[in-house]
DNA sequence: ATATTGTCAGAATATATATTCCATTATTTG
DNA sequence: CAAATAATGGAATATATATTCTGACAATAT
């Protein structure tokens, strides 16, 4: 069958197969046409159906669905289906400014470019994961038991000390309480050890978890002190032992994950913990 | 296979599955536990992925997907992963019920839905701003200097020192030699004096700019070590002495100030020179 | 009116995918 | 420590699914 495109490269991202269904509409057959207005009035069922499912529901044939994605240049049906899966999966993150990025970073530089677009997109992809998935009843919880805290015992070591660094002087500027457990002078446990069930403790850690910081995070546990974990999984052990816990999980470029999300989030939280207190 | 839950009939919708995945993850042997905990971590794959992809990406055998499935009492992988399709299809098709419910929270919780979105808007904007206004020359310079450097200096104080903080833990992870001029045990001017030609400082202040850290930073480049600077404008007391200097103006929330695009630029910096030193 | 080209449904086939089974390896229990 | 039990990985199998093929039909041109 020849195509009058000739083998043109097809459509990857939905908007483009969007327009190119649009324009090809007209110039197609009668099946066709059913099929290409049942593809874009409803998007979603096309990501999940099966082919023999879209079938029946656009009533026509299984095989004409094929048709139409070779008419389309796709390699059959799955490749086109592709697309749809692709739009949903992106839907949260915006697919056109990081393809534009990209684009953008493959003419000129590509080393430094690349790289700081990566750690950009990482850190607004974790920003709008975070913002969507956050649960702000938890949010009000944590904040809830903090404010009621006498001292707050920070916790967080290695790659989460930034966070709890930022969290201490933000504390202080706001005049409460607060204490480091993420020093390196070694006497971590002793400090909590001092925690009582009047204080509480906000302990960070992601995958691979500190031993350091689950170990001092449970010991309080175990001491009566009311815990607020941030972590980026259920099944982390902070967030089995944690009165409440916020999930956070960051998107990483390259294998470097961003902190943008868990930074953003350690700004609001003492801030809240003061209204509160108010 | 008889499961002690007898035949009860598996959960239908994504939040059920959640909270029993989490219940009977204690009981789950080894490799089941380590599914589950992929399960909830990476809800967006399941649903779009085949059995032998997800099982590649959690490192487990597609038979045991199958044998998880059937511990829950599903039919099999296919008939669970339904689940986690349905949850995208909800999410994605009535955007509706997303903004509803950001109205609802309106009412019920101005207090903490109205901060944590402010300092998440305030995040993302100064992540937009910074990167169309980051010139990648500048900072491929910057990154220059520093590869070449011996040791490398990091300055800053307060509300900057999470930063370098983050820094210090990235440089020391890439084995590039590195020293804090930041903590407060009142000899970093002592430290300073160590500094020579052959090392470069980067130093981070924004304003009100940190006495301290202008000092410092000022006292090496008077003893000729290349100065790398992060700060807020071309009248900031550090962007008049270094050779090269990063502009960030982040944004801020009701005088709550941003750190993400700074954050953002402190990861990618670090990766950056130990790309260049190879 | 007839040849030609294009379209289609449905059957046949190829392929991808999930599922089951079994031998081997861990783990528990007496 | 030995025996029993459960868990695991990998191959074999069953099933679902997409794709191709064929002949019939319809539209169009000659």
Not at 28 to 57: C, M, N, W
Not at 86 to 115: C, F, I, M, V
Request: hydrophobic fraction near 45%.
């Amino acid at each position: 069958m020849k195509n009058e495109q000739g083998d043109v490269l097809p459509p990857r991202d939905f908007e483009s197969l969007r327009s190119l269904i649009i324009e090809r509409r007209a110039a197609l057959p009668k099946r066709l046409v059913q099929v290409a207005r049942y593809f874009l009035d409803h998007p979603d069922e096309i990501a999940f159906g099966t082919a023999a499912s879209i079938a029946s529901a656009a009533a026509v044939q299984p095989s004409t669905l094929v048709r139409f994605a070779h008419q389309l240049n796709y390699d059959g049906f799955s490749d086109l289906q592709k697309v749809f899966q692709g739009r949903l999966r992106e839907r949260t993150s915006n697919y056109d400014d990081r393809l534009k990025a990209l684009k953008n970073t493959k003419q000129d530089k590509p080393e430094e470019t690349q790289l700081l677009n990566g750690f950009m997109a990482a850190a607004q992809k974790s920003l709008q994961d975070f913002s969507s998935s956050i649960d702000i009843e938890t949010f009000a919880r944590s904040v809830g038991i903090l404010a009621n805290a006498d001292t707050i015992y920070l916790v967080a070591k290695r790659r989460s000390y930034p966070l709890i660094a930022h969290m201490a002087y933000a504390f202080g500027k706001l005049r409460i309480k607060n204490c480091i457990i993420g020093s390196p002078n070694g006497i971590d446990a002793e400090i909590a050890e001092l925690a009582t069930p009047r204080d509480a403790a906000l302990a960070i850690s992601f995958s691979p978890y500190s031993a350091d910081s689950v170990a001092h995070a449970q010991m309080m546990v175990r001491t009566q002190v009311p815990l607020v974990a941030i972590t980026d999984s259920a099944f982390s052990p902070l967030a089995v032992c944690a009165r409440e816990w916020i999930e956070i999980a960051e998107a990483d470029y390259s294998g470097f994950r961003s902190l943008s999300a868990s930074m953003t989030l350690c700004m609001a939280l003492p801030v809240a913990v003061a209204e509160a207190r108010r």
